[in-house]
């Protein structure tokens, strides 16, 4: 009886995420043309990269010119690789393949997106509740549907956007890291390195992390590497648009980070933890939800997960000193957001966008942590 009243609610509050998602899906990015030109009361309700990069080079190919669909599939994987930048080329090249091979591309592509998207949710969702109670050994339905609860999943599941994937295919790389379940992790890590390659260094940064012991000297040597690593490429792939964003940035910190990066390369060695600090910045800015007399639903959708973190940050800080240098089931998802922030932090400009794949795995070591509240003996020990 518990069980079917348990599956009842689930496909009821699934549905129900479903439907608000659509709606929004319905008002704002089927007329996303209306939002990115025109002034209203909504700002920012999409990711408008999308429609800049991705969505256009689609259109090109699949709308205007419809013979396209009679070519070989290796005709559009050359154009990719010759036409897209190498952080547009997977999130392209996996569309090309479904359009192709499904050959039903119209005007409704964004829809398209969209199934797809959520399609990745209920992924996610399902290694989510995978990870609590196989890894954790929780059960609680409540726990395992508030998943859904978290209105940035809505805007990140509109149009063609890369973040989508990242937030919910790590959810079963840990899970299968956790399993010791090494293809699959590899599976999973080939598609991240399709999405977007800087990501796919979380796979060996988890392993090295995980089973070398002296990890404090790992630890290092990652931050050492990622950091001068990241300023060389950076630095050396400088353009206009780059000058643009750093031009954008608050506080000059960026300014900075290029300075030292063209003169020596150490730009992010040296100045990586203030810019760490600028990434929660970035997060609690969005407390502010408007912006002059509009309202910005991006930060809207943000306000109740960062609100959730400021109340958990000290047990955040807790867990990271006492079980990074050890190796527990909690260390595996303090190793993944360590590898996740100092990704986030390789680019020159830096945006807390750029570490939402941590939302979860956060999300399920605190309530491990809140929920098993007898887990810590005296010495900071695994019951």
């Known amino acids: ?31 996303y ?26 259109q090109s190919y699949f709308l205007e010119d419809k013979s396209m669909y009679t070519k070989l599939p290796h005709y559009f994987l050359s154009e990719v690789f010759f036409e897209r930048s190498i952080f547009q080329i997977g999130i392209t090249l996996i569309y090309v393949m479904i359009l192709f091979f499904t050959q039903f591309f119209t005007d409704n592509i964004l829809f398209v ?42 805007w990140y599941s509109q149009g063609i956007n890369k973040d989508i994937f990242l937030i919910t295919l790590f959810i079963p790389i840990i899970y299968y890291f956790y399993t010791k379940e090494h293809f699959k992790v590899f599976l999973f890590g080939l598609v991240v390195l399709l999405i977007r390659v800087p990501y796919f260094l979380v796979i060996p940064i988890l392993y090295a992390l995980f089973y070398i012991k002296n990890k404090f000297i790992v630890a290092i040597g990652i931050y050492a590497t990622l950091s001068i690593g990241s300023a060389f490429f950076f630095t050396e792939n400088f353009d206009s648009r780059s000058q643009s ?111 939402a794949p941590i939302i ?15 887990i810590f003996n005296q010495n900071g020990k695994l019951k």
């Open 1 to 31: 009886m518990k069980k079917n009243l348990y599956i009842n609610t689930e496909s009821i509050v699934i549905l129900f995420f479903l439907i608000i998602n659509y709606f929004y899906f319905s008002i704002f990015t089927s007329n």
């Open 33 to 58: 043309l209306f939002y990115y030109n025109e002034n209203s009361f909504f700002y920012f309700p999409l990711n408008f990269d999308s429609f800049k990069l991705t969505y256009p080079f689609l």
């Open 113 to 154: 997106s969209f199934l797809i998207n959520n399609f990745l949710i209920l992924i996610g969702y399902y290694y989510y509740k995978k990870i609590l109670r196989n890894i954790f050994g929780i059960f609680s339905a409540k726990l395992e549907l508030l998943y859904f609860i978290n209105p940035i999943l809505i």
């Open 245 to 355: 964003n750093i031009n954008n940035t608050f506080f000059g910190i960026s300014s900075y980070v290029f300075k030292l990066n063209e003169a020596a390369y150490v730009g992010n060695l040296l100045l990586n933890p203030i810019r760490a600090l600028l990434l929660i910045f970035d997060q609690l800015r969005s407390i502010n939800i408007f912006k002059d007399e509009s309202l910005n639903l991006f930060k809207l959708a943000n306000v109740p997960i960062t609100i959730y973190f400021i109340y958990n940050f000290r047990r955040v800080i807790n867990l990271f000193k006492v079980f990074f240098f050890k190796r527990t089931k909690l260390s595996v998802i303090l190793y993944f957001v360590f590898s996740i922030v100092l990704i986030g932090l390789m680019p020159t400009v830096i945006h807390a966008r750029y570490i």
């Open 360 to 374: 979860y795995p956060l999300f399920l070591i605190l309530i491990y942590y809140n929920t098993v509240n007898r």
